[in-house]
């Protein structure tokens, strides 16, 4: 009797063991990501042979000069910068800066073609910033504050976009009204000084002395992501007929969630208005940072925007990371500043995050279809003649997740492959692999904060 207990004893021992032994191992498990500092989903990239858009490089083909100097600060770095491709340029402080406005009426644009010129020996079109009042403009008496004569600002306006639309014929230029009105000016969109009036002004201004040209107009280029300020500029541009091509606003984080959850707040709002649904949504500055930070001095700056690139592409039309060059300002910590080049008294050196759009720019043709993106590791895949080609990239913010990856390409037909992997800021190196079927799985290891350029080849 005893030997049928302990029997029973064991096997319910043994019962036990099997169902808390899961638990336990999840458990060990759970402990060991909190110890590592993250929890989160590893990647499994699965390239299909559909294609999911056109070539992604107009993504990040784009940069932002800021008001670090009144001079034109594109030009001494002109033919660096055009080793980029922009497509497009983004300068502020038109008038306050160049001294546009000499009087109601008349205009100096001298300075401000000197910097137009710049932008487009690069081989880009301007985004122009339409930003800000001089102080004897303003109200205020303070640069950025608001008109004192409205008609002022509505003709200097006008004219700026006839100059530079009709006068110089540069088709495709962007026109965002103002910049960072929240920051630059105390702007409200429900109350005065009202960015509403500054909208309808400017984008009347801009139809009017730009027609019969090729133009976009849009903003409201705020600091952050801001839903209310976004639905009145929609209602405003239907309310009082006056265009609204892009919508547009400023982003610095290093959490890439951050920049994802401004997308599905974005589209929330465009569901709300199903004509506006497909209006081009851009990002006129972003970075991981907005304050200075070593970061734009180092890789990480580049792994930062290779990262943001490969989530963003298909949610977002355009990014221009901050900003082409230096300020001269020697900083208290020693670190140079947001640009992609130090200052010319600098030796306008280019930086790491210069390498980065670079090494993006190596992605030729048209998108792949891609899913299996994890918490740290992202890709992009494109397809060019028969090459195709995968951008992956093991983004960590804290420095320490290491990641093998397996990435799989679909589609393919059943022979020997050239597999060429090219490392940002690194080397590259080739092998052959083999498949029997219309599948190939690879396995990538990845460090911390490091990207790859994948380029898979059939072997005649």
Known sequence: MSSQNNQKKKLKQLIILIIVLPILVMAIKKVYDIRKGAAGAPANIVITPEMAGGNPNVLWQNLAQGGEEAVDMIGPVASQVKQLSPKLIRV????????????????????????????????????????????????????????KDWNEWYSLVKATAHRYSVEKNIQGIY????????????????????????????????????????????????????????????KTSQTANVPLDFISWHKYSKNMEDFEKDINSFIDIMSENPSLANIERIITEIGPNPEPDFWYDNHLSGIHLISLSTRLAGKLHKIFPFEIVDGPTKRADNSSGWGLITHPSNGAKP????????????????????????????????????????????????????????????????????????EYLGNSTSRTSKTLSSMLTERFYMEANTALLIELTPIK
């Not at 702007?187 to 976009?216: C, E, M």
């Open 175 to 234: 026109y965002e009204v103002w910049n960072e009105p929240d920051l630059f000016g105390g702007w409200h969109y429900g109350k005065s000084p009202n960015y509403t009036t500054l909208y309808i002004q400017s984008a009347r201004a801009v139809r009017d002395g730009a027609a019969g040209s090729f133009y976009k107009v849009g903003g409201p280029a705020t600091t952050a992501f801001y839903a209310n300020w976004i639905k009145s500029l929609v």
């Open 351 to 422: 930086k790491p995050r210069f390498y980065a759009i670079q090494f993006l720019n190596k992605l030729q043709g048209n998108r792949m279809s891609s899913w299996g993106d994890g918490s740290w590791v992202t890709a992009i895949a494109t397809k060019s003649q028969e090459t195709i080609q995968v951008m992956l990239v093991n983004y960590d913010s804290r420095g320490s997740h290491v990641e093998t990856v397996p990435v799989t390409f679909q589609g393919l037909s059943p022979g020997s492959y050239t597999i060429k992997t090219t």
């Open 92 to 147: 502020d402080h038109l008038f306050d800066y160049y001294q546009v406005n000499q009087g109601p009426g008349n205009y100096d644009f001298s300075k401000l073609d000197q910097v137009i010129n710049s932008i487009t020996s690069t081989g880009a079109k301007p985004l122009l910033s339409l930003s800000y009042t001089t102080a004897n403009m303003a109200q205020n008496g303070q640069n950025a504050g608001e008109p």
